[in-house]
């Protein structure tokens, strides 16, 4: 078992991705952040750099409902979901201490794949239809959660709503959890992650929080695991996080670091026993971690804090594992993106900021126009922030600020961008693009 194990992980230590004895190729981008689960595409990929409503489109088609998930793409196929909402004539009075009323009487969720060649939609699968679903936030959507897309299969999530593992080709159904509970209070937003035989998902929610490992081929569970957090108030609006898990080998030690209110917490991804956790404060977490130098970066949500963590001890890690943090630009939404020595992150107010990864010092920030949920992605040697307005800025890596490209669509981006060959793939509020120079 152990042996069996050593290989499925080499991966992860080689900076590569392999699952179901498929390699990715550059025009794959498998699940959130892409084939390497931190936004940088391969080094052969070149998206253009400039596009708008009449440029650089190759094609552009219209998603149906709301979704704020990123696309993923495998071969011909980008896969993303969707939530077609009907809405009441009549909100119901608030008593004082309850959720905010739910003007949504009715909602389906939709799994969606669109051909990536001609942009014709393939499959456009109803998986359920809830009455009087719990509440989501206006700003958020029931179908925040990205897939996970490999040789077979593909993996939907809508977080306590369901999850569906579907046959890649024909779309069917191969098996569903809606057992899952928790109380998101907000919406879901949580993306699964597969590795190896184990689908990963993360609830943080207002009433419950832990963390499940399923079995990817069945959808059985293996290990379930609650948080066990001690927070500072019983107001559950503070134990609630959004963040998505990241896998990385430390010491030869695979470590499942899940982000959550209050802290981040790192268990073994085979067996849920919790390896260590790191207390720093703050709620509604969405930013994924990344890792580098032997550094853990990752944020805390509302508190405001990026820190860059030694992960390499057991139990509670105290101050001596922080080896350096800051306050200024953090991001709540927006995930990290590292590149080489350089870390980049854009706030969610729009501050974009280059710091250095060994030390955190500070060689830029600069305000870029509108707000932003999108998280920043490399390709060629250049940072692409995508803003809610629409705006697209194309910086180039470096020390330096030095603003490339400023794009506009139509509409604004609430999903971060995906990469595939020598196209970018754009999600924005109601329409799928693949941009690319004609």
Not at 90 to 107: A, L, S, Y
Not at 186 to 215: E, K, N
Not at 381 to 397: L, M
Request: aromatic share 10%.
């Amino acid at each position: 078992m152990k042996e069996r194990w050593d290989i499925q992980w080499t991966w992860i230590t080689a900076g590569m991705i392999l699952f179901g004895g498929v390699g990715i190729c550059g025009s794959d981008w498998p699940g959130y952040r892409g084939p390497t689960a931190d936004g940088r595409a391969p080094q052969e990929c070149r998206p253009p750099l400039t596009w708008s409503e009449r440029e650089n489109v190759r094609w552009k088609v219209a998603i149906h409902g709301k979704g704020w998930s990123s696309p993923v793409v495998l071969g011909e196929q980008i896969w993303l979901t969707t939530a077609d909402e009907v809405r009441s004539a009549k909100v119901p009075p608030q008593k004082k201490g309850d959720p905010p009323p739910n003007p949504v009487e009715r909602v389906s969720f939709y799994a969606v794949c669109v051909d990536r060649d001609s942009g014709r939609i393939t499959h456009d699968i109803c998986l359920a239809t809830e009455e009087n679903p719990a509440y989501c936030h206006p700003f958020n959507s029931y179908a925040s959660c990205t897939p996970f897309v490999e040789a077979d299969h593909v993996y939907v999530h809508f977080g306590s709503h369901g999850t569906w593992c579907l046959d890649r080709r024909t779309g069917k159904v191969v098996w569903e959890r809606r057992d899952l509970r928790c109380n998101h209070f907000r919406g879901p937003a949580s993306s699964p992650v597969v590795y190896g035989d184990l689908l990963y998902l993360i609830f943080d929610g207002f009433d419950q929080q832990y963390v499940v490992a399923l079995d990817k081929r069945t959808g059985k569970t293996v290990w379930k695991r609650d948080r066990n957090i001690q927070y500072r108030t019983d107001n559950g609006d503070y134990k609630k996080a959004y963040a998505t898990a990241a896998l990385f080998v430390v010491e030869g030690q695979p470590q499942l670091v899940c982000p959550s209110a209050e802290c981040t917490i790192a268990y073994d991804p085979l067996t849920g026993d919790e390896l260590w956790r790191v207390v720093h404060g703050g709620m509604n977490g969405a930013a994924r971690p990344v890792m580098a130098h032997g550094l853990l970066y990752l944020t805390s949500g509302h508190d405001g804090r990026l820190l860059a963590i030694r992960p390499t001890g057991r139990g509670l890690l105290g101050d001596q594992a922080i080896v350096w943090q800051t306050r200024k630009g953090v991001p709540t939404r927006p995930s990290l993106l590292l590149d080489g020595d350089l870390l980049y992150m854009v706030s969610d107010q729009g501050i974009a900021s280059c710091l250095d990864a060994r030390t955190g010092k500070v060689y830029y920030s600069e305000r870029l126009d509108g707000e932003f949920s999108a998280s920043p992605i490399w390709a060629n040697g250049y940072v692409y922030y995508c803003n809610q307005n629409g705006k697209t800025f194309v910086v180039k890596a470096g020390r330096e600020f030095i603003l490339e490209a400023e794009n506009r669509l139509d509409d604004g981006c609430m999903a971060s961008p995906a990469v595939s060959g020598n196209a970018l793939i754009l999600r924005t509020r109601t329409h799928l693009y693949r941009l690319e120079k004609q």
